[in-house]
């Protein structure tokens, strides 16, 4: 169906041309059609074997409809469509710029700011008098190193990676034109649950392999945990670094169904499960149920890896669950080399409504409990925090790391880099530019070594942009980000920086009794012995 529809119009218009060219010999005035219909016929054979716009390959002649809405100027937008900064997920100015940076065209935008600067929620960044000298070579120099006392062989990491996809999930040529990207511009690609495929491994790009409750890749027949397989995998070079997912921010707790019509033989041999059976991942580990035993996996896997860095991604749920985390670190001294924070406003993949919109804790909330929890436990300066969810701008990647993050990852963002125009039908298998779909005819949009090339410019420009701003705000390297230095309103006449809105905790706050009673009494509740603590039901029983 898709196939017809994308083609219909063009093979009609060249039809017509045909005929009217025909008629055209019985009587002039079929030449005036002939004026319009073969230009267009040849503008639709153009469009359709073109590279470079995704969405013109697949529907020729169409597609312009999409680029004449968007030209004709942003007050014809705004007044029958959207305003450029009220569309949601990702509104107009924020695409535009991802568009404009992955193209390595001007992403300067003229006139002012469109946003209400005294709309409560509005956040600014304190800029300097005394500006520092902006980074050289941004890309190369904005790295944070990860890895703890008993990893190995520590990881030079940029401070924005492509966060998690799967392959499955996405479709081949977009695997392939991301990890392309990373290796062209140093930095990591998360593989996201569903293991590593040949579309992961054929570019070369650094590779962080995600270990989700399913264990693609390093699983039994019976879908348990299987160590051998995991450390072939593992040992590869190309793979830097080992993510455990926990829990993810688009719908935690939340486990997933791959039918088996979608388990093709590549899908299957990069997962090591059958071809056309149904997967299920189930909502929880079998390989921990406690956080003493999970602490005990980040061990195994950081040793059956050859010592590389180890940690987890979180969505936090109940804090007292995290506390658990940590605590079970104390009283082992096993330790993750890093956490990624994941927001509840995060998410690529499908999920049902509910969980998107009332699960999970959004990204600012999150990273405090992590930040703060870590400080309070005396562990922060052992281990790296990265974050994610809705982090495609270097604004968003500037207040984020003024929360305590040392490095930032982005999914969505590299999706608009290598063509996704927000259309949102990622789990239906009928993305129209070949992004999200395992159909191949639709794939055909997707032209591998130019998406390539634009999601290492939008990396690239994105750090750079990061880079500006830092310098601009009278600092070296966005380490050195402080919560001080953003500025929320939070009325029409008050506003507070992120130090006055949030609460920080000090080294050891925790452990010595000296946080804020809530805090307090959450940590004092939690236990490494289980993750949730028992608590007493309205009947009084337990």
Not at 40 to 68: C, E, M, T, V
Not at 324 to 330: E, H, K, S, Y
Not at 346 to 359: N, Q, R, Y
Not at 506 to 514: K, M, S, T
Request: aromatic content about 8%.
């Amino acid at each position: 169906m898709v196939e017809s529809i994308r083609t219909k119009l063009l093979w009609a218009v060249i039809v017509l041309a045909v005929v009217f060219a025909g008629l055209a010999l019985l009587s002039p005035w079929y030449l005036l059609a002939e004026i319009i219909l073969v230009p267009l016929a040849l503008l639709g054979i153009y469009d359709f074997f073109q590279k470079r716009h995704s969405i013109l390959r697949n529907f020729p002649l169409a597609g312009h409809l999409r680029f004449l809405l968007e030209d004709m100027g942003p007050e014809l937008h705004q007044y029958l469509v959207e305003n450029d900064t009220d569309g949601r997920p990702f509104d107009r100015d924020i695409r535009s710029l991802i568009y404009q940076r992955s193209k390595n065209v001007g992403d300067k935008k003229p006139f002012g700011t469109e946003l209400n600067v005294y709309a409560d929620g509005y956040t600014w960044m304190a800029h300097s008098i005394a500006p520092h000298p902006v980074v050289e070579n941004a890309e190369d120099n904005l790295r944070v190193t990860i890895g703890g006392s008993e990893c190995s062989q520590p990881y030079s990491s940029s401070v924005l990676n492509i966060s998690a996809m799967s392959f499955g999930a996405l479709g081949g040529a977009a695997v392939s034109a991301m990890n392309a990207g990373a290796k062209l511009g140093n930095f990591a690609h998360d593989t996201g649950e569903g293991s590593i495929s040949r579309y992961h491994r054929e570019p070369g790009g650094d590779l962080i392999w995600q270990i989700g409750t399913g264990y693609f890749g390093c699983r039994t027949p019976d879908g348990d945990f299987d160590p051998e397989l995991f450390a072939k995998n593992a040992t590869d070079p190309q793979v830097k670094m080992i993510e455990i997912k926990v829990s993810q921010g688009a719908k935690p707790g939340h486990g997933g169904i791959l039918p088996g019509a979608k388990v093709t033989q590549e899908i299957a041999d990069a997962r090591i499960v059958e071809v056309g059976k149904t997967v299920f991942s189930p909502t929880y580990h079998k390989a921990f149920s406690t956080p003493l035993e999970m602490v005990a996996f980040i061990a195994q896997l950081r040793e059956l890896s050859g010592g590389k860095p180890v940690g987890f991604k979180i969505c936090i749920g109940d804090p007292r669950e995290f506390m658990a985390i940590v605590r079970a670190m104390l009283e082992t001294d096993i330790l993750p080399d890093f956490i990624v924070v994941d927001g509840g406003e995060g998410g690529t993949g499908a999920a049902p409504l509910e969980f998107s919109d009332s699960l999970g804790m959004p990204l600012v909330e999150g990273m405090m409990i992590v930040q703060n929890t870590m400080v309070g436990a005396g562990l922060r300066d052992r281990v790296k925090i990265g974050a994610s969810g809705k982090l495609v701008s270097a604004s968003a990647m500037a207040r984020a790391m003024a929360l305590g993050a040392d490095w930032c990852n982005s999914a969505r963002g590299f999706m608009f880099a290598v063509g996704c125009i927000q259309s949102q039908r990622c789990h239906t298998n009928r993305c129209p530019v070949g992004v999200t779909t395992q159909d191949t005819k639709l794939q055909r949009a997707l032209v591998v070594p130019d998406k390539a090339q634009r999601v290492h410019q939008f990396h690239r420009n994105t750090v750079e942009a990061l880079a500006e701003m830092v310098a601009a705000m009278g600092l070296d390297h966005p380490s050195e980000l402080r919560p001080e230095l953003v500025v929320k309103r939070i009325s029409d006449s008050r506003v507070q920086t992120f130090s006055e809105t949030y609460d920080f905790f000090e080294a050891g706050d925790l452990l010595e009794g000296r946080a804020l009673p809530r805090f307090q009494a959450a940590w004092d509740m939690s236990t490494s012995a289980r993750f949730r603590p028992e608590f007493v039901s309205r009947e009084g029983t337990r």
